[in-house]
């Protein structure tokens, strides 16, 4: 978001002549490997006790989270998103809003407060000329139901009345519908102008019963499924409250966040690498977006990268067979890139495909701000998670199990935390070092 407001019988013959190859191989297997730096008391400490599961679903367009708003439930499609700082849905006053998605009916609802209290507001996204949609809303508080069971305590929201595109552009700016099949977002943003309008904050102060808790964190996780171009089908699972044991790999890699970028969320991006193509992206900031399936780049640095795939035409079209070997670099850790979350069939035939690494549009704000967002194609290999206090913000990612990160351990010098099996190697092997060796009974 922008705004412009991790006992043995030893024989002494055997032994000595042994012991000399295990320490020179023990030394070898250091010298190849990435220093293990581990810290599960930190990450034990940040990944939170309990969690609600939150199925996240493939829309038309964006991925979604199914809510209940207001009394009785009016369910709506919520494209999620951390570039966004609210919970916005589309009011029936909102004329064109959405396409193929309810709209909130105002009326219908006997737990609704609404406000004057009016939002003029921008974030980025893949619209129009300037990658971004302008929101017009107003400030209100409601019941929200889903697998969250928080049904006592009105949360902020807001209404939204109108939807444009191009907002501040010379050419102007026109009105236009919500993604396809939504009917707003479920920001995971932290607007810092006050906190308590978004959502993670917000259950962070006050439980669903409506006390004041008496946690001093959050925690949300992502489990994010591979790349499916079937609506309605699972698109993952969001960990509402904490990380459960199982769905990461290894300690994570803890990162201060850009808090005036990407909702508040933005992360640093050093490098991209396709084959032999290394990109330079340090003057960009990432943001990892669990609503989107794409990549999404400034345009020179997108095709930098496919000029070093054979046959590809940007993200326009891709040879289904290309064999893509990509890495990013992360706050200086590497992690792999799926071939198979790269290459997205166009037709059912299999014949032709897209490239799942998009260009923003040429002199769009997204591109003048350096925007790298990461969205299912990269998210489907990791496990991250966004932990807040009212005094911290991070970002975590750890490797993820049956994945191309499963053993996260890859650093590029710096602070950091990698794999607790790697780390199990190394005790062992000391161990082994230390030990007599057994040799054959005479």
């Not at 029936?92 to 193929?100: A, E, K, L, V, Y």
């Not at 619209?127 to 006592?152: K, Y």
Request: with cysteine; glycine share 10%.
């Amino acid at each position: 978001m922008f705004r412009f407001e991790t006992i043995l019988d030893s024989g002494q013959p055997s032994q000595s002549i042994a012991m000399p190859l295990l320490s020179q191989l023990f030394l070898l297997f250091l010298v190849i490997i990435p220093q293990v730096l581990a810290d599960a008391a930190t990450d034990a400490s940040r990944l939170g006790s309990f969690y609600t599961a939150l199925d996240l679903y493939r829309g038309s367009a964006t991925n979604i989270l199914v809510v209940g708003i207001g009394t009785p439930p009016q369910d709506v499609n919520l494209t999620v998103s951390t570039n966004v700082d609210f919970i916005m849905v589309a009011a029936d006053s909102c004329n064109g809003c959405t396409n193929g998605a309810a709209e909130f009916l105002t009326d219908d609802s006997s737990s609704l407060t609404a406000t004057q209290q009016a939002l003029s507001y921008t974030t980025t996204y893949p619209a129009g000329s300037l990658d971004t949609l302008h929101l017009t809303a107003n400030f209100a508080s409601e019941i929200l139901t889903d697998a969250r069971q928080d049904v006592n305590n009105e949360r902020t929201i807001t209404l939204i009345s109108s939807v444009q595109d191009n907002f501040g552009a010379a050419t102007g700016s026109s009105d236009i519908a919500l993604p396809s099949g939504t009917s707003g977002f479920w920001g995971l943003g932290v607007y810092q102008v006050n906190k308590g309008y978004s959502i993670i904050p917000s259950v962070l102060a006050v439980t669903g019963e409506g006390a004041p808790s008496s946690a001093t964190n959050y925690t949300v996780g992502f489990d994010i499924a591979n790349y499916s171009s079937v609506d309605g089908s699972q698109a993952g699972t969001i960990h509402w409250g904490g990380a459960p044991t199982g769905s990461y790999e290894g300690n994570f890699n803890w990162i201060n966040p850009n808090t005036t970028v990407a909702g508040s969320w933005g992360i640093p991006v050093n490098t991209i690498r396709v084959g032999h193509a290394v990109v330079d992206t340090s003057t960009l900031y990432g943001s990892l977006d669990p609503g989107f399936d794409a990549i999404y780049l400034p345009t020179t640095f997108a095709e930098t990268l496919f000029a070093a795939v054979p046959g590809a035409s940007r993200d326009l079209n891709l040879p289904c067979d290309a064999n893509i070997s990509m890495e990013i670099t992360i706050s200086g850790y590497q992690y792999n890139v799926a071939n198979a979350q790269l290459i997205q069939p166009r037709d059912q035939a299999g014949q032709t495909c897209w490239g799942a690494v998009v260009a923003w549009q040429n002199g769009s704000v997204t591109e003048t701000l350096g925007e790298i967002r990461l969205g299912t194609p990269f998210m489907s290999d990791i496990y991250s998670v966004l932990f807040y206090s009212p005094s911290e913000q991070l970002v975590g990612i750890a490797g993820k199990p049956n994945s191309v990160n499963a053993l996260n351990v890859n650093s590029a010098g710096g602070p950091g935390h990698a794999n607790k099996a790697l780390a199990r190697i190394c005790e062992f092997l000391v161990t082994l070092q230390r030990l007599p060796l057994i040799s054959p009974r005479q």
